[in-house]
């Protein structure tokens, strides 16, 4: 099978298990993680087939909606190409992707390190920034039934693990846990330059919110 036919395959795969996903983890989320990582793997000196392959697998069975089992997105994606018969090098590099792609609050450390993980994980930050970002949190938020803000309650800036998960927090303070910290975490220069774009719009979003907040425009 070619690489083309595979990548076709796998859109199909994609599509059909995350069918019916909540709205920031659906295929749609996945189409804009791989066109960024496409456009980013154009500057940077990688493979492009496993970025695109690791792109299109990275939440095939994200662990917060399967009672916190991490093991079961890599299982996922390897049983699958497998099936395609994708050579057990290829299929390995993009099992350690999906493994290790999540950012898991501020005491975590990553046990595997490639150039292709990079773009993807660009990609994948930039996709919880800008416009969609914002998007991306009020509808996150709205499904865990989290309210969206309250001046009285200040973000947690040393979020273990263990609350990350809980994500029970106000919208607005995940902007300041997480979104507004995403610009100095990028790996590529690519990834960098359109974070400090994405990063400047959620800055002037929130200007404009805690003003209306006030009644002041
Ligand atoms: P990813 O799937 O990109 O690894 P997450 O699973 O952590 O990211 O989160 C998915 C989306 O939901 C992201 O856009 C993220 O910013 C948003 N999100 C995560 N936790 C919260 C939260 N506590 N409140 C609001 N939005 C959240
Ligand atoms: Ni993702």
Known sequence: MNKETIILKTIDFVKETLSGAEGGHDWWHVYRVWKLSKHIAEIEN??????????????????????????????????????????????????????????????????????????????????????????RSFSFGGFKQNEFHDPEKKPNLNMSVEEDKKKNGTIINHFYEKLLLLKDRMNTNTGKSMAKHRHNFMEEYLNEFYKEWEGKV
């Open 46 to 135: 990688v493979d492009i087939f496993i970025v695109e392959l690791g792109a299109l697998l990275h939440d095939i069975a994200d662990s917060k909606f399967h009672n916190g089992d991490e093991e079961i997105g890599p299982n996922k994606a390897t049983t699958f190409l497998q099936s395609l018969k994708v050579p057990e090098g290829i299929i390995t590099h993009v099992e350690n992707i999906i493994a290790n792609i999540s950012f898991k609050g501020g005491n975590y450390t990553q046990t595997f390190q490639s150039p292709e993980l990079e773009v993807i994980q660009d990609a994948d930050r930039l996709d919880a920034m800008g416009a969609m970002g914002i998007a």
